[in-house]
Every structure is written in structure tokens, then in C-alpha cells.
């Protein structure tokens, strides 16, 4: 089946920085690519969705400036939460599609524990 | 708007016994229905899915679901539990677009 990964699995970083998630695609292209935030506990809540070459489309509440998404090729899409915040920490989750809308399969990929000390 | 209901958080059966997972729907279109598996610290699996056809739908680990649109629900069901299935379930809807809203998800214990 269909294969996506996500790096780094798990990320400690300082209040203030930075932090950059990759979700990969290994053996299909994604035309669409989906990031969740998973609290403990709790359900996944949709982020934003991010098609190959064009600008991600936010959730209502998620700051786009906040939670960078960049979909820059038909495998990749990154994530980067900028001066992340202790309220930042959380699971996210990518996940990918190969169609281009109309409820096609999405493939999960293992998660990124985020801790901001 | 669509929306997902899981009753009950945690649900706890015995090894060999039936396990009986709830869900139910709210949708304005023909919804996609899906039920997800989650082990502890990793990403979401799929375990089965409904989109047209037959309501019954069997899916991975011998786990099935049937859609029941008169009750909207989608529950999700195995004949034998096994101590492997211990993990947290979600049930999600689509609705004629890309977007997956998923349940509150239910954390299956199997007791020994």
C-alpha cells in the first residue's frame, strides 16, 4: 500500500525557534496533502490543505502565518511552525492523497511529536 | 456541515469477545464513512471504508462496519477480540470534498 513518511519523528526545541516537518510520499505522488494537530487525548483537528504548486488553504482558527505550509513537489510538503510556544507541542500528522479531490484515500503518516520547552 | 459522534470514549471487552464500536453521522450528501486505527504515538491506519454500494463493508484485522443509512451510523464491529486490537478508533466523514472530519475517537481495552 501506499507509503508516507514523516521526519523527524520527534522534535524538542526552545520557545522562540523554529521548527521544520517533512511528510513524504515514497511511493505515489500526492497531489494533496492534509496536516493534522492531535492533542493528548483528543481527535485530529484538519490544519490546512496544501495542493502541489499552489498556496495551502487554512482551517478557520489556524494561523497561516504561524504554521508555514510549503507543497513544493508532487512528494514533498513541509510544515514549519515558527517561534513556536509551549501551546504549540502537539502531535501533527500528515497525511497524502494521490487524487485531486472528490474524497480519494488518504495515506497517514506516523506522526511528529512537537515538545517546545 | 458533517459531523462525527463516537459514543463512548472507552470501551473495554473481554479477549474473544465481541467488540462493538458506535458511530453516527451527520451529512447533507451521500457521505464517505471511514474508521481509522491508532496505536500509541504513531499516525492514523485505515481499517475500512464505505463509499457506495454494499452497506456491509469489511475491512482489515477482521474487523467490519455497516453503513445503516436509516440510523446513520456507521459502528463498527468484530466477532473476536484479540489483544492486538487494543488501540484508539476513530470514525470519520467526508463529505464531497477532500476533507475528513474525524470522531473523538474511542480507546478499545481488551481484558485478558
Wanted: charged share 15%; aromatic share 10%.
Amino acid at each position: 500500500g501506499a507509503v508516507v513518511s514523516q521526519h523527524p519523528s520527534r522534535v524538542i526545541c526552545k520557545s522562540g525557534t523554529s521548527v521544520k516537518i517533512e511528510c513524504r510520499s515514497l511511493d505515489f505522488q500526492a497531489t494533496t496533502m492534509f496536516w493534522y494537530r492531535q492533542f493528548p487525548k483528543q481527535s485530529l483537528m484538519l490544519m490546512a490543505t496544501s495542493n502541489e504548486g499552489s498556496k495551502a488553504t487554512y482551517e478557520q482558527g489556524v494561523e497561516k502565518d504561524k504554521f508555514l505550509i510549503n507543497h513544493a513537489s508532487l512528494t514533498l510538503s513541509t510544515l514549519t511552525v515558527t517561534s513556536a510556544h509551549p501551546e504549540d507541542s502537539s502531535f501533527y500528522i500528515c497525511s497524502a492523497s494521490a487524487g485531486t479531490g472528490n474524497r480519494d484515500t488518504q495515506y497517514f503518516g506516523p506522526g511528529t511529536r512537537l515538545t517546545v520547552l | 456541515a458533517q459531523s462525527v459522534t463516537q459514543l463512548g470514549s472507552h470501551v473495554s471487552v473481554s479477549e474473544g469477545a465481541l467488540v462493538l464500536l458506535r458511530c453516527n453521522y451527520s451529512s447533507s450528501v451521500p457521505p464517505y464513512l471511514f474508521w481509522y486505527v491508532q496505536y500509541p504515538n504513531q499516525g492514523l491506519q485505515l481499517l475500512l471504508k464505505y463509499t457506495t454500494g454494499a452497506t456491509l463493508v469489511k475491512g482489515i484485522n477482521g474487523f467490519e462496519a455497516e453503513f445503516k443509512k436509516s440510523e446513520t451510523s456507521f459502528h463498527l464491529t468484530k466477532p473476536s477480540a484479540h489483544m492486538s486490537d487494543a488501540a484508539e478508533y476513530f470514525c470519520a466523514v467526508s463529505e464531497g470534498d477532500d476533507k475528513i472530519i474525524f470522531g473523538k475517537g474511542t480507546r478499545l481495552h481488551i481484558l485478558p
